[in-house]
């Protein structure tokens, strides 16, 4: 293509999800419900985790970054999806979708970091017991967070550096709700084979070495699992690893429909993304709450500590005795 049919963009048109203006409101309401769903639950776990000394543990240390990472990932794209169907202005600047593509690309590799992390350490928990805390210690814990946002970054970074590069054609909309690589890629002019090389190579080579590490772990575990002679000790085995488990299947299983098995990107591929991006991060904080035992506790202790201080705080005997 000429030079003349390109053009430096300053700005794209998200089309959004495929839904009737009639239908605008409605999903708005639900949509924001979803999203202060998401921060309220995960901030509650990062505290949680933070308030109470039990949790001090490799296992609630990673599980707070990925609530954290879940915070992060459903802010890049949510309050901006929101406000197009709010205000029905759908446009998006050229650098503010350039910086939410990095963002998206750093908190959804993140994410697939931490889980591959969490599965290493009910690995050693399960497999290798009477060595864990010498295997997990505090400094392995670290570096192995810290390894996953440098790695991250440093991922977002290579893709956003090669994006920038390529020239736009004049029709600058994106059949899509947010800044997504691959839909974005579909509107340069220039060529993108250098971008598709390193998608393939790079971007799956970071995809699937996670994801070899969780199916990995998880056939260790299922393994020694298998050998326990007692209902109660499969039981015990189960419940230590089921929330992380289901988390990493609904994880896997949206991102490989809409980036592995879809061969176009249609209104399917659109919806299927909402659950990565939206529910997935919603239901995370519930996995973990509804089926562990520690948060639990942790939660009503929490609770009544705030009972113990508003009845304090309201009892006049206790104010006379505080003067």
């Not at 998006?92 to 889980?115: E, K, T």
């Not at 529910?279 to 705030?306: G, H, W």
Request: with cysteine.
């Amino acid at each position: 293509m000429g030079p003349e049919n390109q053009s430096s963009v300053s700005e794209f048109l998200l089309l959004g999800l495929p839904m009737r203006p009639g239908q605008q409101r409605g999903f708005f309401t639900l949509f924001l419900g979803m999203y202060l769903t998401t921060v309220l639950g995960s901030l509650l776990i990062i505290l949680l985790i933070r308030l109470d000394s039990r949790l001090h543990t490799p296992m609630y240390f990673f599980l707070s970054h990925l609530a954290f990472s879940d915070i992060s990932l459903s802010s890049v794209t949510v309050p901006k999806m929101l406000t197009n169907m709010w205000t029905q202005q759908r446009s998006i600047s050229y650098v503010g979708c350039i910086a939410q593509l990095c963002f998206f690309i750093h908190f959804g590799c993140l994410d697939n970091f931490l889980l591959a992390v969490m599965a290493y350490d009910r690995y050693v928990a399960i497999c290798r017991p009477l060595h864990y805390t010498t295997i997990m210690r505090e400094g392995l814990c670290v570096l192995l967070v810290a390894g996953s946002w440098i790695l991250s970054c440093a991922h977002a970074l290579l893709h956003n550096l090669l994006l920038v590069r390529l020239s736009f054609c004049a029709d600058s909309t994106i059949t899509h709700f947010f800044c997504d690589l691959t839909a974005v890629l579909k509107l340069s002019c220039s060529d993108i084979s250098l971008n598709e090389l390193v998608i393939s190579t790079e971007g799956g080579m970071l995809l699937f070495l996670p994801l070899c590490i969780v199916l990995g772990s998880y056939v260790q575990i299922g393994t020694i699992i298998l050998r326990l002679p007692s209902t109660k000790g499969l039981y015990k085995a189960f419940s230590t690893c089921g929330s992380h488990l289901l988390v990493v299947s609904l994880y896997y299983g949206t991102l490989a429909s809409v980036y592995i098995f879809s061969s176009s990107w249609d209104s399917k591929d659109i919806i299927a993304s909402v659950l990565y991006t939206v529910v997935t991060p919603m239901l995370n904080p519930f996995i973990y709450s509804l089926r562990n035992r520690d948060i639990k506790q942790a939660l009503e202790m929490c609770v009544n500590r705030v009972n113990i201080f508003k009845w304090q705080s309201l009892n006049p005997l206790t104010v006379i005795r505080r003067k």
